[in-house]
C-alpha cells in the first residue's frame, strides 16, 4: 500500500503549485473583491489555464476535456485554493464549471444545456435549499405535479448562489412528498425566463458572495426536462455532491496549508519581548498541531480521490473527508489569525478572507453535524 501520489500526479501538484505562488499569490489582493474577479485577470488566468494544459481537465473526454478524474481535481483545487486570487464562491482556473447532473441529459438536452456550459456560452446554478429544508432534502416544499407533457412547479429556494447571472436551474422539487428522499425528489432543467421564475431577495453573506431567493409560481416545465426518472432526483444529486465534498475537501486543505506557511514565516519574524513568536511553546504547539491536522485531512482527502478514481463506493470517506477537513481548517485559520494579531484582521493580508472562507465550509454543503450524522448512521448499520 503507497500513500504517495502517483508521480504524475506529483508532478501535477509541483507545476500548479510554482504556478500559484509566482503569477498569483503577488497579485492576489488586486485580482478581485472576494466575489467578481476582474475581466483582465480572468482573461489571463484562463490563457494560464489552457498554457498548463487544465482547461476542462474534469470533463469527460467524450464530451472535450481531459477527464482526468478525482484525484487530479482535488491535487489542482487544493494548491489553488492556497491563494485568494480567484473569488471564493463560483472562481476557477479549469475553465467553466460542468455539474455532473448534466452528463445524465438526454442528446437533445445536452446540446441545449450541456455543451453550451462547456464552452461558456451559459451559466447554470443548483437549486435545492428552501427555507425550512437545508441539510434534510427530504423535507422540501417545492413540487412538480405532472399535467399531460408538462409539470407544473410551485415553491421557494434561497440561497442559491450565481441565480442572477444563471441562463437556467438544475432544480431539485418533491414529486412525491410522502416519500420524501427515498423516491420523491426529482430533478428538472428550469430556464430561469420562464414564466413564474421570479428572484426575489438577494442575501448579503460574510462571504460577500449574494446568493438568491427565487419563487417558482405555477411554472410550467415540459417533461422533457426532467432529469432521469421521476424520484430519481435525490441520488442524482448525491452522485454530483459526492465528488463535490471531495473538492470542497480540497480546497479546505489548500487554506490550511497557505495559513500554516504564512504563521511559521511570520512566527519566525516577530520579536515580542526580546523573544521571537517561534521561539514561545504555545506558537510551537499551535504550528505542531495545524501541521499534523493537515496532514491527517490530506491522507483522507486523498484516498476518497483514489476510490472514487477506482469506481469503489467512497461516500462514507466522502462524509468523514468533508468534515475533518473543513473542521480542520477553521481550527488553522483561527490559530493564524491569533499568531499574527491584529494585522490579521485587515485586509491588508488574505488571512481573515481565509478565515471567513473556512468559517463557511463549516456549513455548506453539508453541516458538520449532518456529516457526522451520516457516518455515525452508516457505522450504526455496519457494526453491532
Known amino acids: 500500500?503507497?500513500?504517495?501520489?502517483?508521480?504524475?500526479?506529483?508532478?501535477?501538484?509541483?507545476?500548479?503549485?510554482?504556478?500559484?505562488?509566482?503569477?498569483?499569490?503577488?497579485?492576489?489582493?488586486?485580482t478581485c473583491d472576494g466575489v467578481t474577479l476582474k475581466p483582465e485577470f480572468r482573461k489571463k488566468f484562463d490563457a494560464d489555464s489552457k498554457k498548463?494544459?487544465?482547461?476542462?481537465?474534469?470533463?469527460?473526454?467524450?464530451f472535450g476535456g481531459q477527464g482526468m478524474g478525482v484525484l487530479a481535481t482535488v491535487v489542482v483545487t487544493e494548491q489553488i485554493a492556497r491563494t485568494t486570487a480567484l473569488p471564493s464562491r463560483g472562481g476557477t482556473f479549469?475553465?467553466?464549471?460542468?455539474?455532473?447532473?448534466?452528463?445524465?441529459?438526454?442528446?437533445?438536452?445536452?446540446?441545449?444545456?450541456?455543451?453550451?456550459?462547456?464552452?461558456?456560452?451559459?451559466?447554470?446554478c443548483f437549486g435545492q435549499t428552501e427555507p425550512d429544508a437545508g441539510s434534510d432534502p427530504g423535507s422540501m416544499r417545492t413540487t412538480a405535479v405532472r399535467e399531460g407533457d408538462e409539470y407544473v412547479i410551485n415553491g421557494v429556494k434561497r440561497f442559491i448562489t450565481g441565480a442572477g447571472e444563471a441562463d437556467f436551474i438544475q432544480l431539485m422539487v418533491a414529486t412525491d412528498r410522502e416519500k420524501g428522499s427515498h423516491g420523491g425528489i426529482t430533478c428538472f432543467i428550469v430556464d430561469m425566463d420562464t414564466p413564474g421564475v421570479a428572484l426575489t431577495t438577494q442575501y448579503e453573506t460574510m462571504m460577500g458572495d449574494k446568493p438568491w431567493e427565487i419563487v417558482f409560481e405555477d411554472v410550467r416545465v415540459p417533461a422533457g426536462h426532467r432529469v432521469g426518472a421521476e424520484g430519481e432526483g435525490f441520488t442524482l444529486g448525491q452522485r454530483w455532491l459526492g465528488a463535490g465534498r471531495l473538492r470542497h475537501g480540497a480546497r479546505a486543505l489548500?487554506?490550511?496549508?497557505?495559513?500554516?506557511?504564512?504563521?511559521?514565516?511570520?512566527?519566525?519574524?516577530?520579536?515580542?519581548?526580546?523573544?521571537?513568536?517561534?521561539?514561545?511553546?504555545?506558537?510551537?504547539?499551535?504550528?505542531?498541531?495545524?501541521f499534523v491536522e493537515l496532514h491527517a485531512a490530506?491522507?483522507?482527502?486523498?484516498?476518497?480521490?483514489a476510490k472514487a478514481d477506482s469506481g469503489e463506493e467512497f461516500r462514507q470517506e466522502g462524509y468523514m473527508s468533508k468534515y475533518y477537513a473543513d473542521e480542520m481548517a477553521f481550527r488553522v485559520a483561527d490559530r493564524c489569525m491569533q499568531v499574527h494579531g491584529g494585522i490579521a484582521l485587515t485586509t491588508d493580508l488574505p488571512i481573515e478572507r481565509f478565515w471567513r472562507q473556512a468559517r463557511s465550509y463549516r456549513i455548506t454543503e453539508g453541516a458538520s453535524e449532518v456529516m457526522k450524522m451520516v457516518i455515525a448512521r452508516n457505522i450504526l448499520r455496519t457494526y453491532g
Not at 504517495?4 to 492576489?28: C, G
Not at 498548463?52 to 467524450?62: K, T
Not at 441529459?105 to 456550459?117: I, N, Q, T
Open 298 to 305: 490530506r491522507l483522507m482527502v486523498y484516498h476518497a480521490a
Open 254 to 290: 489548500g487554506v490550511a496549508e497557505r495559513c500554516i506557511e504564512m504563521m511559521t514565516s511570520y512566527a519566525k519574524q516577530r520579536v515580542t519581548f526580546g523573544q521571537t513568536l517561534s521561539d514561545r511553546q504555545a506558537i510551537q504547539w499551535m504550528i505542531a498541531d495545524s
Open 1 to 30: 500500500m503507497s500513500f504517495e501520489l502517483p508521480e504524475e500526479m506529483q508532478l501535477l501538484k509541483e507545476t500548479v503549485r510554482r504556478y500559484v505562488d509566482s503569477e498569483m499569490i503577488p497579485i492576489e489582493l488586486k
Open 94 to 124: 479549469t475553465g467553466p464549471s460542468v455539474r455532473a447532473i448534466l452528463y445524465e441529459l438526454s442528446d437533445d438536452m445536452k446540446e441545449r444545456y450541456l455543451y453550451p456550459v462547456i464552452r461558456g456560452e451559459k451559466h447554470g
Open 52 to 62: 498548463l494544459g487544465l482547461w476542462l481537465m474534469d470533463v469527460p473526454e467524450e
